[in-house]
């Protein structure tokens, strides 16, 4: 008769399903938690994002896109004329631009043209009038023009900025932000597994304190996910 056995410690096995099962709870109402910290990362990446892609397309393309930067900054962050920022609207953001006025007068005139963003943009057509003067002078490809009584400008951009700045925002939003940036960065690959989750299991299993801990792993997780902080803006 063989007396062979092993005795198994039932309470063992227990407390460590217990234990993992506490560290993945704790990581799943984190996440739930914290979901506004990856709108937000999203939101405020786009944002940065956007501000160098333009920058750089406005160099590119001065003529479409030099009302939205002060004269003679074009495409240079300092010059800017708009701003974004963003709101958080339940588990959605929603991000807006706004037209900063401009302080700097052109180089053929002694006051600043202040909404000349969002006139250009719109392409509202403007008068200019005399204003301590009895003529107007203004220079036109090299050409000096005088002129006595107000001018109708159709188009103060020119016809190439009516619209250029929305059609620029659209198409980073919708097409390159989306659908490219997000996957060169490796964004979507980052939520698609936790290397956290993977890394902290098998000391959380052991620990009676396995919900902190698979919280923590849940929060580093988020944090470390690729993009711009918040904090930055």
């Known amino acids: 008769m063989s007396n062979i056995k092993i005795k198994f410690n039932g309470k063992n096995f227990i407390d460590t399903i217990k234990n993992v099962t506490n560290y993945s709870q704790g990581f799943i109402d984190e996440v739930k938690r914290n979901q506004n910290k990856i709108t937000e990362k999203i939101s405020a990446t786009s944002i940065v994002t956007f501000y160098n892609y333009l920058d750089g397309l406005a160099r590119s393309h ?57 006139i250009m943009e719109e392409g509202i057509p403007v008068i200019v009038s005399e204003k301590d003067a009895q003529i107007l002078f203004f220079e036109i490809d090299g050409e000096e023009f005088f002129r006595h009584g107000p001018i109708y400008i159709a188009n103060p951009g020119g016809s190439a900025t009516r619209g250029s700045f929305i059609r620029a925002f659209n198409e980073f939003y919708n097409i390159y932000f989306t659908k490219q940036y997000l996957n060169s960065i490796r964004f979507y690959d980052h939520f698609k597994g936790s290397k956290e989750y993977e890394k902290n299991i098998k000391s959380a299993s052991r620990s009676k304190n396995s919900m902190s801990i698979g919280k923590a792993a849940a929060l580093s997780w988020i944090n470390n996910a690729p993009g711009e902080k918040y904090e930055n803006l």
Do not use: C, N
């Not at 007068?105 to 002694?110: D, E, Q």
């Open 62 to 118: 001065p003529g479409m896109l030099h009302h939205v930067y002060e004269w003679g900054q074009v495409g240079d962050p300092f010059g800017r004329l708009y701003e974004l920022s963003f709101s958080l609207q339940g588990k959605s953001a929603v991000v807006k631009a706004d037209f900063l006025e401009s302080d700097i007068p052109s180089p053929t005139s002694k006051e600043p043209f202040y909404d000349k963003a969002y």
